[in-house]
């Protein structure tokens, strides 16, 4: 069969017959992103040629708002329901897919993960990132902010491709060397003066986001005169490229594809994206499509978790070749006390603290004792007709009301300081917040004796103290409430999250001030106190770009296999970490544990996955037209070697009994390992479990490697466990040396009888 370039014209025909008969349906334009795959005799050169294919399908110009050319074989553009019906029976359509709406989900963070002596300086053992380019898909970025100065940095490597984007600022430099902007909504200009839209951060997340991951060294950091020190990302080496995909709070899975395809083409080494949105099908959801095809191509992804705690079953970019980071506290309080009339003191936290004096008690009264419906939750407006003013407010925290938002509103009538208690669910979870007046997070018993005394002093008054700035504190790390959890609705047999990171009260950059006009303060750089798995993900982003820098050979499933099986279990103090009710976290929140970069660097062993084990995957799960959407080319799943999920050569290990299963039947679990550690080692296995909690042995006994790169595979037996109510039983198997310990978590489900 011969082969020839695509042209336009050789469906155009044929397009005009099936498209112009629904021109004008009347049906209502929206985004979809459409699946296609050019005919077997067609030969896609440049990217004319694939924009050109793209362009047959559609039945007039003007409607393609983004060519793929990387990491998806398709094109958004705006269409109605029924040309998306016409369209799907011509040849070479796979799928059309509705653009969905995403949200957007330090000084002392790379001390707290060892990365930094007591004194402030990079560990030289460590790295800096040298070399790595990490591509962060964000809000936007503050170029002028000296998180993202380039004094000192060598020039980018050559495989750089990227552009700067600041409408003719040259504002880049060997630091932030690329800026885009991708928004299918402006459709690349600002609606009012029609000039092109810029990659600056209206918003401060990707602000926030790109400095954690990759900021410069800044001395003097602080947010209103805490957490002073000198911030640094954790990469300070590592090279930064903002791709704009997020205006305000909301982002496009269109734009979010564009963005990752830019990313991988300008050649980063590593991206990181802090946004998510409701569980769907991996084809179905742009993000796992695009990030698949980056690290089929050698990019690493770290993903954040979600922020739907802590609830089960509430985990976001759940795909195994993504590394999805739940977020935890570090070892520091911005400490606020709240003390009652009747000397009662509880501790909670703000990060503005004017001086008030302590001859001084206030009014202290309960939003929820006003007949507005959940006035409990101080939103906007609540507060309306009900007297606080001159007052300390007790507000609950939750109710989809930002907790800066219910400041605002107290402030607006005229409380003097708000007093925020967790609900029940909430636990002892507590957040540095940038209030506008006096305030205090508290924890839920905190909340609930302070409501106490309301209830039962005929005149209750409260004052606050200011705590500043406290390190050391604990138990640290642990798990917050508001980190998503597991298990994963889209692959319940891949233990997700994967690993733990800091999220709760990080200081980064910021592009403005933060706080009440009258606070103090605001002399030098504008940094923020932010929280939530968007903070602990370009952590991870941070600490894999050190891995790449030392390991540029290593895969992605490589580096994310690193850095899980040497997280540790434990806080400082060498207990379980804890999760928001000071419980013992599980795996379902805090995944392999919490990254320990040290060993991350040198794990001893690996846990590797190629693209294909990830195509035989996917064929355990989905049709043949779904898997060719993932895997941009046509995927006959009878030709695959299928793969089950358990058996994905995964660093965690998930074994799920259904009801069916025979219980004489044991089910077998296999993992190979890859020796990069010192060589000659031998590893004997070690199982981390309750007494009598499962049946499981392993076979070898031992494995042994004489040289690096050498594999070896052994097999998990779990027998099954008979009992009336269903349970999860969770441990770990560790694999050890005399110098390494490989650890892989171990989560068994097994059905009730």
Request: aromatic share 8%.
């Amino acid at each position: 069969m011969s082969i020839f370039r695509f042209s336009v014209f050789y469906l155009l025909p044929f397009l005009l017959v099936a498209l112009v008969a629904v021109e004008g349906a009347g049906d209502e334009r929206s985004t979809f992103i459409v699946h296609v795959q050019p005919q077997v005799n067609h030969v896609l050169d440049t990217a004319d040629d694939r924009k050109a294919l793209y362009q047959s399908f559609l039945p007039d110009h003007g409607r393609l708002l983004h060519a793929y050319h990387h990491v998806a074989s398709g094109f958004a553009a705006r269409l109605t329901q029924r040309e998306v019906e016409a369209m799907s029976d011509l040849p070479g359509f796979v799928a059309a897919v509705p653009s969905r709406v995403y949200k957007l989900h330090t000084t002392h963070t790379p001390q707290f993960l060892g990365l930094d002596t007591q004194q402030g300086t990079r560990n030289c053992s460590y790295g800096s990132g040298d070399g790595v380019i990490i591509g962060v898909l964000d809000s936007g970025v503050t170029p002028d902010h000296p998180s993202f100065s380039g004094d000192g940095m060598p020039p980018p490597p050559a495989k750089w491709k990227g552009r700067c984007d600041f409408n003719g600022r040259s504002v880049c430099n060997n630091k932030l060397i690329g800026a885009r902007v991708f928004d299918t909504a402006g459709n690349g200009t600002a609606s009012s003066s029609g000039a092109p839209l810029s990659p600056i951060d209206e918003d401060g997340h990707g602000t926030h986001t790109s400095s954690t991951a990759a900021g410069a060294v800044v001395p003097g950091a602080q947010v209103l005169g805490q957490g002073r020190g000198t911030a640094s990302g954790i990469a300070p080496r590592a090279h930064v490229a903002m791709y704009k995909v997020c205006t305000l709070e909301d982002c496009t899975d269109a734009d979010i594809l564009a963005g990752i395809d830019a990313a991988v083409a300008d050649g980063c080494d590593i991206i990181s994206m802090s946004l998510g949105g409701p569980s769907v099908p991996f084809h179905e959801n742009s993000m796992a499509v695009g990030t698949f095809a980056a690290v089929e191509k050698g990019v690493f992804v770290s993903m954040s978790a979600g922020n739907s705690g802590p609830d089960h079953a509430t985990m976001e970019n759940e795909a195994p070749w993504m590394l999805t980071v739940a977020a935890s506290t570090m070892d520091r309080l911005i400490r606020t006390t709240v003390r009652l009339g009747n000397g009662l003191a509880f501790d909670g936290e703000s990060v503005y603290q004017p001086n008030m004096s302590a001859a001084v008690l206030y009014p202290l009264i309960y939003a929820g004792a006003s007949s507005t419906p959940d006035a409990n939750f101080c939103g906007n407006g609540s507060l309306d007709g009900f007297d606080v003013r001159g007052k300390i407010v007790l507000c609950d925290r939750g109710n989809g009301v930002l907790m800066l938002t219910k400041g605002v509103e107290v402030l607006r009538a005229g409380g003097v300081g708000m007093v925020l208690a967790n609900q029940f669910i909430d636990g002892f979870s507590t957040l540095a917040i940038s209030h506008v007046l006096p305030a205090s997070h508290v924890s839920h018993i905190a909340g609930a004796a302070i409501l106490n005394y309301i209830k039962t002093t005929a005149r209750p008054v409260a004052q606050f103290f200011s705590g500043g700035t406290v390190l050391g504190t604990s138990p640290a790390p642990a798990i917050t409430f508001f980190s998503s959890r597991g298990p994963s609705t889209q692959n319940p047999g891949i233990l997700k999250p994967d690993i733990t990171g800091p999220g709760a009260s990080v200081l980064a950059a910021w592009p403005f001030q933060v706080g009440p006009p009258s606070a103090g303060g605001h002399d030098g750089p504008t940094f923020n106190f932010q929280s939530g798995t968007s903070m602990s993900a370009p952590h991870l982003g941070g600490i894999a770009a050190l891995i790449k820098s030392k390991h540029p050979e290593w895969s992605p499933a490589a580096i994310k296999s690193a850095i899980m099986t040497t997280a540790y279990t434990t806080d400082r103090f060498g207990k379980p970490i804890l999760n928001e009710q000071l419980m013992a976290a599980d795996l379902f929140a805090v995944g392999a544990g919490h990254v320990n970069p040290e060993k991350a660097m040198n794990p001893g062993l690996v846990y590797d996955i190629t693209p294909n084990d990830y195509i035989g995957f996917l064929c355990g799960l989905y049709t043949n037209k779904e898997v060719s959407v993932i895997a941009r080319k046509a995927v006959d799943c009878s030709a695959v070697k299928v793969i089950p999920e358990r058996l994905l050569n995964y660093p965690s290990i998930t074994a799920i009994f259904p009801p069916s299963w025979d219980s004489t039947v044991p089910m077998l679990v296999e993992r190979t390992l890859k020796n990069v550690g010192e060589v000659p080692a031998v590893y004997y296995p070690q199982f981390d479990l309750q007494d009598n909690a499962m049946n499981i042995s392993v076979v070898p006994a031992s494995l042994r490697f004489s040289h690096v790169n050498q594999v070896k595979t052994y097999m998990v037996t779990v027998w099954p466990r008979t009992g009336k109510a269903s349970m999860v039983v969770q441990g770990a198997l560790r694999w050890v040396s005399g110098k390494y310990t490989v650890r892989s978590p171990i989560s068994a489900t097994f059905a009730g009888q």
